[in-house]
């Protein structure tokens, strides 16, 4: 396990950083990710870490853009959870429980991330069920 993930993992409050996932529900540690990846440039700075899902975190990669499908801007920033706020980027929709991204950067990281997918949507459904998301 990483020698940060408490400091990470109390600062992220349980909570992927991206999709917003809780980790209590997993039976399994969160990883502790690159924000802007090592084979970027990243460093082992605590401001560029965050606490990551298996999923979001495979499916960001070494990536730091991804394409917003509404403008179709292939190279929008990628949300960054030490210098943005999540409710700025992303909103619930509770009925389909998709995570919505708001603005270019909140829609490439959902298309990136593939937040969405029915296996994620139907975990989200449970969560919100059960009051533990978002």
Not at 10 to 33: K, L, T
Not at 60 to 83: C, I, N, V
Not at 93 to 122: C, F, H, I, K, Y
Request: proline residues 5%; glycine residues 8%.
């Amino acid at each position: 396990m990483n020698p940060r993930y408490s400091l990470v993992a109390g600062r992220a409050a349980g909570r992927c950083e991206y999709c917003h996932a809780p980790e209590a529900v997993f039976n399994f540690a969160f990883q502790v990710e690159h924000i802007l990846p090592q084979s970027r440039g990243g460093g082992d700075q605590d401001d560029n870490l965050a606490l990551a899902c298996s999923a979001c975190n495979l499916y960001k990669g070494d990536a730091t853009t991804g394409r917003d499908e509404e403008d179709q801007q292939t190279d929008a920033p990628l949300f960054h959870p030490r210098e943005q706020r999540w409710d700025e980027h992303f909103r619930v929709d509770r009925e389909t429980a998709e995570v919505v991204g708001l603005t270019a950067t909140g829609r490439a990281t959902v298309s990136r991330l593939q937040m969405n997918t029915p296996r994620q949507r139907a975990a989200r459904t449970r969560w919100i069920q059960l009051g533990l998301f978002p």
